[in-house]
């Protein structure tokens, strides 16, 4: 991917004021996300919005946005309910499916926000350019999703929407490289053996994700483990053609 390129029409959207709202996870392509979109887009036309994870995130995550998003207006919103909440109402954990954590606890409040802070914001003339930092190399499900698109849902009379995802073709070292060139780190769960950044523990983690995971957050480990056994349901997604396993038996590692 050429970091220096923009899109024609999002250089149009760009040139008329529109607003450019970065998800911003605390995670590397969300990172990398912001570097490539403050080369191309002023800070004055960007809002950084972080859904905060309660509980389930990890540590010092806001802080690292903060830090590497400097010059720009960043907030940050937290859901209603907490994902322990989420899923004992439900009595199973999201899945591949229904992510039920990613529409209630990120998804939904984070659109709230933008609402208001367009009606806020007449400047950008009610047109936004909601940008996430989903890779086609990460999954065949990403690889087919759309890098640009108007939703038409989010749409009103006063109200643009567009969908994209400004690093859609950027290869995993080219996150990196993305980083590193402006002198920033990722943060320091990268270090620690983590492959990805969200929730501790998610539905899609690898064995190595979730055992590293629960030898730095043994606490929060417990709590999961504690969670599964009540609900007589595990949190990771089945191989296809085995029995589901909780999460003592995947990583190894015994509350």
């Not at 994870?53 to 859901?79: K, S, Y």
């Not at 400004?166 to 270090?191: C, R």
């Not at 950044?197 to 690898?206: A, D, G, H, K, V």
């Not at 504690?226 to 509350?255: F, N, Q, W, Y």
């Amino acid at each position: 991917m050429k970091i220096n390129t923009l899109p024609r029409e999002i250089k149009e959207l760009r040139d008329r004021g529109a607003l450019f709202v970065i998800n911003h996870s605390g995670g590397k392509d969300s990172q990398a996300m912001t570097i490539y979109l403050r080369k191309h887009i002023a800070d004055n036309q960007l809002l950084v919005v972080h859904a905060h994870l309660q509980d389930v995130e990890w540590a010092g995550t806001w802080d690292h946005v903060i830090a590497n998003c400097e010059g720009i207006d960043c907030r940050q919103v937290v859901a209603k309910k907490t994902f322990f909440e989420m899923v004992r109402h439900r009595g199973r954990f999201p899945s591949i499916q229904f992510r039920q954590c990613t529409s209630d606890l990120k998804r939904s409040p984070i659109e709230k926000l933008i609402r208001h802070y367009l009606k806020g914001n007449p400047r950008f003339g009610g047109v936004v350019v909601n940008c996430m930092g989903m890779r086609a190399e990460e999954s065949t499900r990403r690889s087919k999703q759309m890098p640009f698109r108007l939703v038409e849902g989010n749409c009103t009379r006063l109200r643009t929407w567009y969908n994209w995802l400004p690093i859609h073709q950027m290869l995993l070292d080219e996150v990196f490289d993305t980083i590193n060139s402006v002198g920033q780190k990722a943060h320091w769960a990268y270090g620690e053996g983590m492959s990805r950044l969200s929730c501790c523990f998610c539905i899609m983690s690898s064995k190595q994700d979730l055992s590293t995971a629960a030898i730095l957050n043994p606490d929060l480990y417990k709590r999961y483990v504690d969670l599964e056994k009540d609900l007589g349901h595990t949190l990771a997604m089945p191989v296809k053609g085995k029995s589901p396993r909780g999460l003592e038996e995947i990583t190894g590692i015994s509350v």
